[in-house]
């Protein structure tokens, strides 16, 4: 019976290690939050963006990553990285790329700037992108379904995360509370 289980971990590791390793290092967390309109990731290595831009035919880049934030686990942003993706952005004909250099909860004039970016339909399709790619762009994309498709802000707050229990979009959390309590800006003028 202990062999079995032990089995059944091993298995179960393997998986979900394999998972990770799929995620974070070869698809780089790239998800599609709506098809054809918006999609999240972490860092795209510079000679692998141009694929999935034109793979998934996306004409903007929102990069949420700015340097010199102090906290290199979250944020382990450095400015040659940024530099290099914008310049391989700008070698792609009609992509534009937008710097909206984020903490993990937005700031006011982070969110002023992601909806101008939004509210514009040329922009779109857009991918949303952190460094890693399950914080900040995981937030933004929460904000999109809140803002952009009328979704419940904890349903968008749960559903934008695989596991939201026990992270830092848990109620609790600094994440889980900034969406738990968002208000939209069509409430917001009621």
Known sequence: MVKKILIAVLVAGAIFGGKYVYDMHINHNFETITEGKVYKSGVIPPDELEAYIKENNIKSVVDLRFPGTGDLENNPEVPEEL?????????????NYYNNGSDQVPKKHNLDYFFKIMDDSTNY???IHCYHGVGRAEMYSAIYRIEYEGMDRDEARTSTRFLTKWSSFDLGKPKGDFLHSYISRKDSVK
Request: glycine share 6%.
């Open 125 to 127: 399709p857009v991918l």
């Open 83 to 95: 530099i290099a993706e914008k310049e391989a952005i700008a070698k792609i004909p009609g992509v």
